[in-house]
């Protein structure tokens, strides 16, 4: 039984030291497009990324809260010490910018995977 006992102990630990890690470039997960102005600017971003893991990241699914914000996903996973992206591209319409991206990965340093990234900023009319 003790010998049972140190086996599942020594796969326990082994497996946790077996992690995916997500680590985000931008200061608080936030793209700040400050003041843009309307048919000047794309409204394209991009979130930059590294695995600080030992085995392949994998972004499962990036949503948006709204149509008005289209994100982009890495389609192959980011293997251990590499750099990903993920590209957002915001209609530009007139206003405020304050949209949430939500993030699905198999990444263990964030609870269930998940990343919250945001944007902000002002889109104001073009002249």
Not at 61 to 70: D, E, F, L, P
């Amino acid at each position: 039984m003790k010998k049972l006992l140190g086996i599942v102990a020594i796969i326990a630990c082994s497996a946790s030291t077996y992690a995916q890690e997500i680590v985000f470039k931008d200061k608080d997960n936030t793209v700040d497009y400050g003041t843009v102005t309307q048919g000047v600017d794309d409204g394209l971003r991009t979130f930059e990324f590294t695995n600080t893991g030992n085995k392949p990241l994998i972004i499962k699914h990036v949503q948006s809260t709204c149509g008005c914000t289209v994100p982009s996903k890495p389609t192959e996973p980011i293997m251990p010490g590499k750099t990903g992206k993920i590209d957002v591209k915001y209609n530009m319409v007139p206003g405020k910018i304050a949209k949430t991206i939500t993030v699905e990965t198999n990444a263990t340093n964030v609870p269930d995977g998940r990343v919250s990234l945001r944007i902000k900023g002002n889109v104001v009319a073009g002249k």
